[in-house]
């Protein structure tokens, strides 16, 4: 059996206390903040039956044959040991959703939304649990976990009502002897691959959706970070939902690509909603391919945040702040590179930096005054270390930050003078990185992310050239009297979502989603539940007029 590697009796599972890699002699003095909070100690410590280990199969709670280590990534120590699902797993799971899905389809709409609405009680109740995993597992601070919890809550709340609008219509017929009927009916079982950086959110504004209109899932959680995804099963459990709707198939990395595969290709899969990389998003569609399933996908981008010179700077640094550094610039809408008009450039970059040096503490993810924690492993550290060191070599000012710290940490930063040859211009940076190009015209930052051609992505070095059209968010910061620049520049983008004057956008009502090569398909709002529907055409004929 899977278990935590220390546990209690009573009602409560403990993680062992863990302390973080030591700093070096020179580093310890430059942060000795952060030295100190690597060297205390830590325990997550939350209600028992929220920290399950092993796959969640047709109802039941099963263990394979092997394990793989979760970590944290604050301090490289192992947190627990989790049940690695094969193909063979998987293809259970998907046989179990299938036969699931032959009675949830047939539960009324009314009966969908309360047993949602009661998985979103259960989530609000085991809130702050809920958030201890996240921050654990995946280093954020706690503040922020309790935030995607309260966010990962609202899509079932959103969907537990959106279940019973799934209106069809009844077209008016050229016919006089003749009804026509178009009806919502659900695609079937839905594969749903998550992502490490939001373990919660990421998976119920797709299973929400997915439920509501019907369908049955099985999900495969970022290895990271299954612990979020296991304790969410165990609600749904406690909430009602059928053995069999809600399937969770942990796996590490190694085995990641065989049970890809299955839930790809099964040819009982009607559906696949996948958030990760542009690349193997490509692949996931090249397998979903031979059986033409339905396809959600949520991929990379290099989203830029433009200033404009009518700006007023205090809204636009405070948006820039929490635009970039939220989970330490690993969000899938993070401002990549900041497009600053030559007007405001020298001064948006100084207070940019006062803002840093005031906002910004390193630290583990659970303590209080800690904004700015690890990055999810090394791998992304080494990433965003040689973004900062390539960057520098081409003539790059570093104004804050620039060092790579202690296992995966990594120090804020802050680069002026960053030019459109720079890999961190060219790539998604995923990490706590501010590059910022100087602007000159309107047309020059309209020209970076529309490009002539949708082409360019470079698959063997993983880059996203500036001609490559992967743009999530442009946050446009401009003055609010000058409304013609802003609803010029919103319209003109080819992008799937623009924040104006915000930095922060998503929401369970909101249409989430990208273009061209960032994605397929929208999450959220009343459009995502349409994602998991088929429109059938009924033509009732041979009526007496």
Same mark, same amino acid.
């Given at each position: 059996m899977s278990?935590?590697?220390? /546990?209690? %009796? @009573?009602?409560?599972? #403990? $993680? =062992? *206390?863990?302390?973080?890699?030591? /700093?070096? %002699? @020179?580093?310890?003095? #430059? $942060? =000795? *903040?952060?030295?100190?909070?690597?060297?205390?100690?830590?325990?997550?410590?939350?209600?028992?039956?929220?920290?399950?280990?092993?796959?969640?199969?047709?109802?039941?709670?099963?263990?394979?044959?092997?394990?793989?280590?979760?970590l944290d990534p604050a301090t490289g120590q192992e947190l627990a040991r989790v049940s690695d699902c094969g193909p063979g797993e998987a293809k259970q799971a998907v046989d179990a959703a299938y036969e699931a899905f032959q009675s949830w389809k047939h539960h009324t709409a009314k009966e969908r939304s309360l047993v949602l609405r009661k998985w979103f009680e259960l989530?609000?109740?085991?809130?702050?649990?809920?958030?201890?995993?996240?921050?654990?597992?995946?280093?954020?601070?706690?503040?922020?976990?309790?935030?995607?919890?309260?966010?990962?809550?609202?899509?079932?709340?959103?969907?537990?009502?959106?279940?019973?609008?799934?209106?069809?219509?009844?077209?008016?017929?050229?016919?006089?002897?003749?009804?026509?009927?178009?009806?919502?009916?659900?695609?079937?079982?839905?594969?749903?691959?998550?992502?490490?950086?939001?373990p919660s959110a990421m998976i119920t504004r797709k299973v929400g959706a997915a439920l509501a209109a019907g369908c049955t899932v099985v999900i495969k959680p970022a290895e990271d970070t299954p612990l979020s995804a296991l304790a969410l099963a165990e609600l749904a459990e406690q909430a009602g939902v059928p053995?069999?709707?809600?399937?969770?198939?942990?796996?590490?990395?190694?085995?990641?690509?065989?049970?890809?595969?299955?839930l790809c290709t099964d040819p009982?899969?009607?559906?696949?909603?996948?958030?990760?990389?542009?690349?193997?998003?490509?692949?996931?569609?090249?397998?979903?391919?031979d059986t033409v399933k339905r396809v959600s996908m949520e991929l990379g981008g290099h989203a830029p945040f433009i200033v404009f010179n009518s700006a007023d700077l205090e809204r636009a640094v405070r948006g820039a702040m929490g635009s970039k550094f939220r989970n330490s610039g690993q969000t899938c809408v993070c401002s990549n590179r900041m497009l600053v008009q030559s007007g405001v450039y020298e001064e948006f970059l100084h207070k940019v930096g006062v803002a840093m040096d005031k906002e910004l503490k390193l630290g583990h993810g659970i303590e209080p005054a800690t904004t700015q924690g690890p990055l999810i492993n090394e791998r992304a550290a080494e990433k965003v270390a040689l973004q900062i060191s390539d960057a520098v070599s081409?003539?790059?000012?570093?104004?804050?930050?620039?060092?790579?710290?202690?296992?995966?940490?990594?120090?804020p930063t802050l680069l002026a003078d960053v030019t459109t040859d720079m890999l961190c211009s060219r790539e998604e940076t995923f990490g706590p990185v501010m590059p910022v190009l100087r602007s000159v015209a309107e047309s020059l930052a309209l020209s970076l992310p529309n490009p002539r051609h949708a082409s360019g992505l470079t698959l063997k070095k993983k880059q996203f050239p500036l001609q490559t059209p992967q743009m999530w968010v442009w946050q446009v910061t401009s003055s609010p009297s000058d409304v013609s620049q802003i609803w010029r520049v919103a319209e003109a983008l080819e992008v799937g979502m623009v924040g104006v004057n915000e930095g922060l956008l998503s929401a369970a009502e909101g249409a989430f989603g990208g273009v061209k090569q960032s994605g397929l398909g929208r999450e959220g709002s009343k459009y995502g539940i349409d994602e998991y529907l088929e429109v059938k055409y009924v033509c009732f004929g041979g009526l007496q007029p």
């Open positions: 278990a935590v590697r220390a /546990l209690r %009796p @009573g009602c409560r599972r #403990l $993680f =062992p *206390a863990v302390s973080s890699p030591v /700093l070096s %002699p @020179g580093l310890q003095a #430059l $942060f =000795p *903040a952060l030295h100190a909070s690597c060297r205390r100690s830590h325990s997550l410590d939350v209600t028992a039956p929220l920290l399950r280990t092993q796959s969640y199969i047709n109802g039941r709670w099963s263990s394979a044959a092997a394990e793989f280590p979760v989530m609000t109740r085991h809130k702050d649990d809920l958030a201890k995993i996240i921050t654990f597992e995946s280093g954020k601070p706690l503040s922020e976990s309790v935030g995607e919890i309260g966010y990962s809550a609202s899509f079932l709340d959103w969907f537990s009502e959106e279940a019973r609008r799934i209106y069809g219509d009844i077209v008016p017929s050229p016919f006089k002897d003749r009804k026509m009927l178009l009806l919502k009916q659900p695609v079937g079982v839905a594969s749903i691959i998550t992502p490490w950086n939001f053995a069999g709707v809600v399937n969770v198939v942990p796996c590490s990395r190694a085995n990641t690509p065989s049970v890809g595969q299955v009982l899969v009607g559906k696949i909603s996948f958030t990760g990389s542009t690349a193997t998003g490509k692949l996931l569609l090249k397998m979903a391919a081409r003539g790059a000012k570093v104004l804050r930050g620039g060092s790579r710290l202690a296992g995966s940490f990594v120090e």
